[in-house]
């Protein structure tokens, strides 16, 4: 059984590095294919790709975001963690992790999510 | 790389039938049939019902059923029922640069 579990901060000051960690079970990544992706979904507005990390320690990231975007796995503690600087009011939002079996596949187990809000 | 473009709402009667559009390009829809559909219900997690245009994870009814023609996708759900008021977004593989593209969503309201 495939479960996911985000955590980190509720609240961050504008300028602020973000950081969030998300702890799975269920699967390894150190499984050929697998991956770990980041979504975050702003109050009452769409889905957003943010960044993802494959087994293979390969990593891809939004390209609007790439620049502020850092993602990293530790297989030995079943973990991704995703940091984010200069943080500003828009990016609050959301923030799942999610699964997806290989490259181009769906994001087939998603965490619960963790509201961040960016205020002063 | 763009979002995908939903209508924002759609609706149905009970046991009815409603189709969502997703339009997108020929960079990501046109070009991949890895395109996927995820239900989100009011203060939940998406969940998966549709991968690779028209598959069905285990345990979603096949009252969900995708395609796709061109640039656009489209989820048909059949026999509507109450707890398929939700919103639903559509997802695609747009190359290994952007490998999930998702669209700006649609609610979905049983009458």
């Known amino acids: 059984q495939i479960t996911l579990k985000e955590s980190g901060p509720t609240l961050v000051q504008p300028t602020q590095t973000l950081t969030l960690t998300c702890t799975f079970s269920?699967?390894?990544?150190?499984?050929?294919?697998?991956?770990v992706g980041w979504i975050r979904q702003p109050p009452g507005e769409a889905l957003e790709w943010v960044a993802l990390i494959y087994w293979h320690d390969k990593e891809h990231y939004n390209p609007s975001l790439k620049s502020r975007l850092t993602i990293t796995k530790d297989t030995s503690k079943n973990q991704v963690v995703l940091t984010m600087t200069n943080m500003s009011p828009v990016d609050t939002a959301t923030y799942y992790c999610?699964?997806?079996?290989?490259?181009?596949?769906?994001?087939?187990?998603w965490g619960q999510g963790t509201l961040v809000t960016v205020s002063s | 790389q763009s979002a995908l473009t939903q209508p924002p709402s759609a609706s149905g009667s009970p046991g009815q039938s409603v189709t969502i559009s997703c339009t997108g390009t020929?960079?990501?829809?046109?070009?991949?049939?890895?395109v996927s559909w995820y239900q989100q219900h009011p203060g939940k997690a998406p969940k998966l019902i549709i991968y690779e245009v028209n598959e069905r994870p285990s345990g979603v009814p096949d009252r969900f059923s995708g395609s796709k023609s061109g640039n656009t996708a489209s989820l048909t759900v059949s026999g509507l029922q109450a707890d398929d008021e939700a919103d639903y977004y559509c997802?695609?593989?747009?190359?290994?640069?952007?490998?999930?593209?998702f669209g700006t969503g649609t609610k979905v309201t049983v009458l």
């Open positions: 997802s695609s593989y747009a190359g290994k640069n952007s490998p999930y593209v």
């Open positions: 999610a699964h997806t079996p290989g490259i181009a596949e769906p994001l087939d187990f």
């Open positions: 269920g699967f390894s990544l150190t499984s050929s294919g697998v991956g």
């Open positions: 020929s960079s990501d829809i046109g070009v991949f049939n890895y």
